[in-house]
């Protein structure tokens, strides 16, 4: 009766608490075991091997998907487009941002964890002109066998434009894409209940092996995501809202309030969407039409803070385990950060994920997935919140900027969410 009520507290529990208590409990049994918890960490081994199988499918199959949903970018051109490159471009902002903060927070400095994967000890990083040659890959098939996740991401941009310029030709292969992408969330999915464990193993190894000492850089960690994500809204964001959009940021600020608290509780920017077009609509005065495209466009491929966070936990890993990085892999995790996001589900967790391919591009070892991933719900909480935040400053801009904003309903969020507050 005991072990079904217990099974039951177990089964019943949400996932990132199972991953909580996984990474709680390692610690505890690492810290009473000491080295010898070595023994436990094949089992974070399992995980984290689970996780290198789905990166190429995933990437593949989501990033043609991505590409194949903008179908309407055709129709609407010129919307299409301004929203694609504002997307684009604020991400890179982000990871910019996200790479300075763990530049001068220095989170994984003194680790000195050491690196078991020999195929990631001492890589030479190949010059900048021949990452950005070697983007193209000349054989893709060798690309998708060896793993090449900028070459895969540069051939499924292009063979997702393509099956959208086929017309009615490319349908049958983009549903094919479209199920097999759904196959390798369900597999994602399946691969993330294993978390828990894996994380405990690999909590258990680290922290008998580093003591306690694991536990302020994770401190550390949390504290540049979240100062990272702030800056990105109160500077960046209400900055292109007044110098770009000639508007008020403070309506812009509190108009969003709800989406962003919708958000920083389910964690899925898509499930935020009907909070985020609502806010856009009533709050903020932008029309029908450019939110109900814009927006949803904006929770399938914008994710600045996903690409923040990403930069934070690449250079994390890097200084944990310490590797130097070059300014070549700087380059390299804000082409990947930035062109991965595209290929990025508005679900929770969907970023740890992609931190693992951003991992694999700069060779970077996975190990340092697990110890960031018992951290994760909290930092994906301030990460979602920052993707609707931009997915609502893109869409304000463009709306201005085609004459869809009804300044007066925008001028007027203020007094509105004093009332409704
Ligand atoms: N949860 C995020 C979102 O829905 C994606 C991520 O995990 O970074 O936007």
């Known amino acids: 009766m005991t072990n079904k009520t217990s099974t039951n507290f177990w089964g019943g529990l949400a996932l990132w608490k199972k991953i909580l208590v996984g990474m709680v409990l390692g610690v505890i049994v690492g810290a009473i075991m000491g080295p010898s918890a070595e023994m436990l960490k094949p089992i974070g081994t399992l995980f984290i091997n689970a996780i290198k199988m789905l990166i190429v499918p995933l990437v593949f199959c989501s990033l043609i998907v991505g590409v194949t949903s903008m179908k309407d970018t055709s129709k609407m051109g010129r919307i299409g487009l301004k929203a694609i490159i ?20 220095l989170p994984g400095v003194g680790l000195n964890m050491s690196i078991t994967d020999p195929n990631v000890a001492g890589k030479e990083a190949p010059a900048l002109v021949q990452t950005l ?62 978390a828990p464990y894996g994380v405990f193993g690999l909590m258990a190894w680290v922290a008998g092996k580093y003591g306690m000492d694991i536990l302020l850089p994770l401190i550390k960690v949390i504290a540049a995501v979240y100062i990272g994500c702030l800056l990105h809204v109160l500077v960046f964001y209400t900055g292109m809202i007044s110098f770009i959009g000639r508007l008020n940021p403070i309506q812009y600020l509190k108009g969003l309030v709800n989406p962003a608290a919708v958000a920083f509780t389910t964690t899925s920017s898509s499930g935020t969407l009907p909070a985020t077009i609502k806010a856009a609509r009533e709050e903020m005065g932008v029309s029908k039409g450019i939110s109900s495209f814009v927006l949803p466009l904006g929770a399938t491929i914008n994710m600045d803070g996903t690409a923040l966070y990403q930069g934070v936990c690449a250079l994390f890993i890097a ?15 804000i082409l990947t950060s930035t062109l991965a996001s595209i290929g990025t589900a508005g679900v929770p967790g969907a970023g740890l994920i992609m931190l693992s391919l951003v991992l694999t591009t700069v060779g970077l070892p996975l190990e340092g997935l697990a110890i960031v991933a018992g951290i994760d719900r909290i930092l994906d909480m301030a990460r979602t919140s920052v993707n609707v935040c931009g997915d609502l400053m893109v869409t304000i801009l463009v709306g201005k900027s085609e004459n869809e904003l009804d300044e007066s309903i925008y001028n007027k969020a203020a007094s509105r969410l004093d009332k409704t507050a």
Do not use: R
């Not at 690309?143 to 099956?163: D, P, T, V």
């Not at 200084?319 to 995790?333: K, N, R, T």
């Open 133 to 194: 040659l070697n983007m193209i890959p000349k054989n893709p098939v060798n690309a998708l066998a060896s793993g090449n996740i900028l070459q895969i991401i540069i051939f499924a941009l292009g063979l997702g434009i393509a099956l959208t310029l086929c017309g009615e030709k490319g349908e049958p292969a983009i549903k094919v894409f479209e199920s097999l992408a759904e196959a390798m969330y369900k597999l994602t999915e399946i691969v993330m209940k294993l």
């Open 319 to 333: 200084q944990a385990f310490g590797i130097d990085l070059e300014f070549s892999d700087y380059i390299v995790i």
């Open 86 to 105: 504002l997307y684009l471009g604020t991400t890179a902002v982000a990871i910019t941002i996200g790479l300075t903060l763990a530049n001068i927070f």
